[in-house]
């Protein structure tokens, strides 16, 4: 343990309690919350336009969320003894809570959501396919192949139930996130009330921008048109609310600075060296500033479509760095400087360990190989049907679109 | 070895001793200790402590504490007359050894030990997911190490850096205020030791415990009070660059 | 009509299984002290304090070593327990005779607590040992008990000089 400490720290201090996979965290379940949120849009406020991508980003947010308790697991001490937490949940602690939030969110919203919403496909692939798949398609019918148009009629209104539940599901869901770290009244770095909020809206960013990537992505590996009137409506709306999130997170900021309480001159001195480069260079003026720029100049000015997908592609990867980067900074700078504010330490990251870097990288893998085979069970195309042959001139939407309830 | 009758007759107090201790056993199958009757902190007065390091040493010992881990240490602060918001505070090896001598310049140095505060309102036990750590009807706070996940929110939630994550067991580890010896009548290992009374144990509930005259006669504070923790950890003569 | 609902019934009674499976686990699971103080489990204070003593207190020492009481009550060194110096001994004072304590290198034991500092108190006696002793182990010349040097030589007690 050699560990290099500038100043004073506490002793026991030294050692960094949370590494890379706490980061990964915060910032999947943020990707869920923002995904989930974007679905909502279509179902909820009746934004025609992003429809396309309605059911991708059901699928999404669930392909991360069945992730984002990987990492916590991984970085236990006792792993065994997880299931702790459903069984004595202290109420008192916001860690525990969490797990009935997550549980909440992933069994009463998510997954009955997308249920619901896929059941019309479910019933008719049970019938159509053999073997094994019609096996998963029948045990996901639960033994009823009623689609009955009243039925439908009911499976939607019930839906739509449930992603009115699940818009404060998802924000309860990542604020309770923002309050993990917000409520630590030891750490000057994270205490804050705004933290919830930030965490919120940082959410949304990160998922729309995801959602966004995946969507552009996804309809060209599959040989179709990316429908430009529903990308230019997801980028308006991650302009408008990474609005909302920088200025949130520049307030906080401001006060901090302003207030300039007892912790101040410690973490200013933090965030001039040791977080230069991580959350000046890279969360604020990369990941912050240049995608809320180039989102800005689609809005102002007229570009062709050509040069606005470009724009959207380069700013969604920026925004979801940058967003990566401020949960790095979270929750790695608040554990560089001493309680004493007196000094700091470093966070070395290991590399093949079961917290190092190797794992991360694995788990930030693993939820796109979930998609791609929720993608295959469930495919969430609106224009759904065979490929057509390379090279041939596709008009858009011509073959059997799935019937939705 | 031949046995003397002599040596016999110092051998069997000291057995009998022993023994006593044997059957006291847990609190709770120990008819001589009552949980409701004991409220635990300590008094540590700086002005007495010289740095010795016999705490850290004893502690490390008495609860087989990790090297590079500490359920105690000592902090050697140098104020410079005219910067008392900036101390220089120094802590090798938790001042298990000492401390090197240092004479620089003007202003004024003393050693200030720390350990757990054991809190009353204790940040850490509110956070813990599953209450593997909580405080005891005797005002102890204690880690059940058999129950504790290794989540580490209880390290992060600590204003004084008083708990890690004890590498063999991957579980929290803090100071237990000698839990197994205040339950027999003992005093902490910390205490038994400290040369010059610089930490006493105190059971605030008792009324004949000196605890309670100090506490009259003296001026005493508790670190970072401003986190409201209800510690019970007491310093007397305790420099406003303390933190 | 139930025909259009019946979907919806069927996952509510998978739900309403989980659900159930959940209690009883819980139920069989949690340990039985737990909740019996608080948010714990109450076993768990009895487990801490099984722990086995390793310093034995100073009580325990001098129930065999009157002479040391007796000498030590000659100067200043009354205020030490035994241990501070001396180390852990529990397991000595379960078993004297196999236990013994190890000898001691006064001059590194002295001068953790006399080295001079500037951050020790005034009162507390202090000396550069450079200059006080020249490395010499400090017991050439005093005696831990008693350490104040004085014109008659002090004789060692009787349970320390069979050592």
């Known amino acids: 343990m050699n560990i290099p400490v500038e100043g004073f720290m506490y002793p026991n201090e030294v050692e960094l309690q949370w590494s890379i996979l706490i980061v990964l965290y915060p910032f999947i379940t943020g990707l869920v919350a923002g995904a989930f949120i974007l679905a909502s849009l279509e179902r909820v406020f009746r934004v025609e336009a992003v429809k396309p991508t309605y059911r991708l980003a059901l699928l999404t947010a669930l392909s991360f969320l069945l992730v984002a308790p990987l990492p916590l697991q991984l970085h236990l001490g006792h792993p065994e003894r997880s299931l702790e937490m459903y069984l004595t949940p202290h109420r008192s602690s916001a860690m525990a809570m969490f797990g009935f939030v997550y549980l909440w969110y992933l069994m009463a919203v998510l997954l009955l959501e997308i249920w619901l919403d896929f059941r019309l496909d479910i019933v008719i692939k049970s019938q159509t396919t053999t073997r094994v798949t019609r096996l998963i398609y029948r045990a996901l019918t639960l033994g009823s192949d009623n689609i009955s148009e009243r039925s439908l009629h009911i499976d939607e209104r019930l839906g739509y139930f449930i992603t009115v539940i699940g818009i404060p599901s998802a924000f309860l869901l990542h604020g309770y996130v923002g309050f993990i770290f917000g409520s630590i009244k030891a750490n000057p770095w994270w205490s804050s009330p705004l933290m919830p909020i930030v965490f919120i809206f940082s959410a949304m960013v990160s998922g729309i921008a995801a959602v966004m990537l995946l969507y552009m992505v996804t309809t060209r590996l599959r040989g179709r048109d990316i429908d430009i009137r529903c990308l230019d409506k997801i980028a308006q709306y991650l302009f408008y609310i990474f609005m909302i999130d920088f200025s949130l997170e520049m307030l906080d900021l401001l006060q901090r600075v302003y207030e300039a309480d007892e912790s101040f001159r410690s973490l200013d001195f933090m965030v001039h060296t040791r977080l230069w480069t991580s959350q000046v260079i890279i969360q604020i003026l990369i990941g912050t500033v240049t995608p809320i720029t180039l989102l800005g100049l689609t809005q102002i000015l007229k570009l062709t479509e050509a040069a606005r997908k470009r724009i959207y592609a380069l700013a969604g990867c920026l925004t979801v760095i940058g967003i990566f980067a401020m949960r790095w900074n979270v929750v790695i700078g608040g554990q560089l400087f001493s309680k004493s504010f007196l000094g700091y330490t470093t966070y070395k990251m290991a590399f093949a360990t079961r917290e190092g870097l190797l794992t991360a990288i694995a788990l930030l893998i693993l939820p796109f190989i979930i998609l791609s085979v929720l993608v295959k069970l469930l495919p969430p195309w609106p224009d759904a049907g065979p490929v057509p042959a390379p090279g041939a001139i596709e008009p858009r939407n011509q073959l059997t679109p799935v019937l939705r309830g | 070895m031949d046995i003397t009758r002599r040596r016999l007759l110092i051998l069997l107090p000291a057995a009998a001793i022993a023994w006593k201790f044997v059957q006291a056993g847990t609190p709770e199958s120990s008819p001589n200790y009552i949980l409701a009757e004991h409220w635990w902190g300590m008094l540590i007065d700086i002005p007495k402590c010289i740095g010795c390091g016999s705490c850290v040493r004893a502690c490390a010992e008495e609860n087989d504490v990790p090297d590079g881990y500490y359920r105690t240490w000592i902090e050697r602060y140098h104020v410079a007359d005219w910067k008392i918001e900036r101390p220089e505070v120094e802590s090798p090896n938790g001042g298990k050894q000492g401390f090197p001598p240092n004479e620089i310049g003007d202003g004024k140095n003393f050693f200030v030990p720390k350990l757990c505060n054991h809190c009353v309102d204790s940040p850490c036990t509110q956070v813990c997911p599953v209450g593997a750590t909580f405080v005891t009807p005797d005002g102890v706070v204690l880690v059940d190490k058999s129950y504790c996940l290794g989540c580490r929110y209880c390290v992060q939630a600590c204003p004084y850096g008083c708990r890690f994550i004890n590498p063999k067991t991957n579980t929290a580890e803090k100071c237990t205020l000698c839990y197994h010896r205040i339950t027999k009548g003992l005093t902490t290992a910390c205490c038994e030791v400290c040369p010059t009374g610089a930490r006493q144990l105190a059971d605030l509930k008792n009324p004949k415990d000196p605890i309670h005259d100090f506490l009259k006669t003296h001026t005493v504070q508790v670190l970072k009070p401003h986190m409201a923790t209800g510690a019970k950890v007491f310093y007397n003569g305790m420099d406003g660059s303390v933190r | ?163």
């Open chain 3, 1 to 163: 009509m139930f025909k259009d609902v019946e979907h919806l019934v069927r996952l509510a009674a998978v739900m309403l299984i989980a659900l159930v499976a959940f209690v009883v686990l819980r139920a069989a699971v949690v340990p039985r002290s737990f909740g019996q103080y608080g948010h714990y489990r109450g076993a768990a204070i009895a487990e801490v304090a099984a722990r086995p003593i390793a310093f034995a207190g100073h009580d325990t020492c001098e129930a065999c070593h009157t002479d040391v009481v007796d000498q030590k009550k000659q100067g200043r060194h009354i205020v030490l327990s035994c241990e501070a110096c001396h180390g852990a001994l529990a397991r000595h004072a379960d078993n004297p005779a196999s236990v013994t304590p190890p000898k001691l290198d006064t001059a590194v034991l002295c001068a953790r607590c006399h080295e001079a500092n500037s951050a020790k108190p005034k009162a507390s006696p202090q000396v550069v040992t450079a200059d006080h002793s020249g490395g010499l182990a400090c017991d050439t010349c005093h005696q831990p008990h008693r350490p104040k040097i004085d014109t008659q030589p002090a004789t060692k007690p009787a349970t320390e000089a069979r050592k």
